[in-house]
């Protein structure tokens, strides 16, 4: 956002961070408008909803209702929810198309549950992470917001919220409480290898645990290798020779082919490898 | 605020859970705002309406026209999703109150914006 130097969530609470001054500088700010535009249409892709099928659809933190405009663009109706008042002011004199609200996420969804059929947040959720007032405990808020975004989804109601954690311990936290909520889904990370382009989308599904889609990134002309899973799990060795019976004609390939690996000499492997022999022998 | 926006409110004060809703609406300013008719979205949104709280606060509002109940086959009549559009989307409250049914708390309305902000004892822990 504004300032070089430390975050905006550093300095202090989103209402008094983001004052008159501030909503006016945001909203004449072309590069602003463009960039919180282009994550709202990437969040609305996201979202996967069916092609015009109008949506009513959740704008949390959403200050002048920038991404409110993109989801009217695109035929949905939205209501906006924001905690800051010259931010919903700004809204206002934009004349958008969706209701707002003045709240505070962290207090949990004013509304009926199984309202919305989609949720979205450009740049928001973050901001529950800093405990601003003494009886903030930022876990409990992350908490209240993400199971009362639950109800208040219909199920298999999906939420995409673009949001700018500080670090990864602040991410797991944020995906902590959304797990605990109830939510399955994933990170979408957009451009994982740039400093500035790097965008991080969490999606939430209600419902039953579909496959999150892919993030972008900058060379999609090669092929991607098959990754492989890491796991903390280790299986010893014991268990992993399980199968192999000692002393069988399969044991003794078997070590003959490792001392092969291990670079010594090592006899033919013949019709008579590991054949039983006369007790004489 | 529209009137589709007040139906689906509901009160998180703490403690008040399920009955949080229907918010009491009394309304000092009112405007009607012409939106564009979507027939499909207006469909869709009818199972979701709760009729008597809609139907108290169009009575609040003085509205005119107001149907009682949904109908049969209601999402192939166009006139009576025309006026559900009327009363749900083109109906503004400007300035005004809502009111929790439980705890008698009361949300205040300014510039069409409800301010839902609770103090530290009311939110649920």
Known sequence: MASRGRRPELRGPPELYYDKNEARKYVRNSRMIDVQTKMAERAVELLCVPEDKPCYVLDIGCGTGLSGDYLSDEGHYWVGIDISPAMLDEALDRDTQGDVILGDMGQGIPFKPGTFDACISISAVQWLCNANKKSDIPAKRLYRFFSSLYSVLVRGGRAVLQLYPENSEQLELITTQATRAGFTGGVVVDYPNSAKAKKFYLCLFSGPSTSIPEGLSEDTEEEKPAESTFTAERIPYRIARRGVVRKSREWVLEKKARRRRQGKEVRPDTQYTGRKRKPRF | ?125
């Open chain 2, 1 to 125: 605020m529209r009137l589709l926006t007040h139906n689906l409110l509901s009160s998180h004060v703490r403690g008040v859970g399920p009955r949080g809703f229907p918010l009491r609406l009394q309304a000092t300013e009112v405007r009607i705002n012409p939106v564009e008719f979507n027939p499909d979205f207006i469909a869709r949104m009818i199972p979701k309406v709760e009729w008597a709280a809609l139907l108290e606060a169009a009575d609040t509002l003085h509205l005119i026209e107001v149907p009682k109940e949904p109908i049969q086959g209601y999402e192939r009549n166009e006139e009576f999703l025309r006026k559900m559009h009327h009363v749900l989307l083109e109906v503004e409250v400007l300035e005004g109150t809502l009111q929790c049914p439980e705890s008698g708390r009361l949300f205040p309305i300014s510039r069409g914006i409800p301010n839902m902000l609770l103090s530290d004892e009311e939110t649920e822990t």
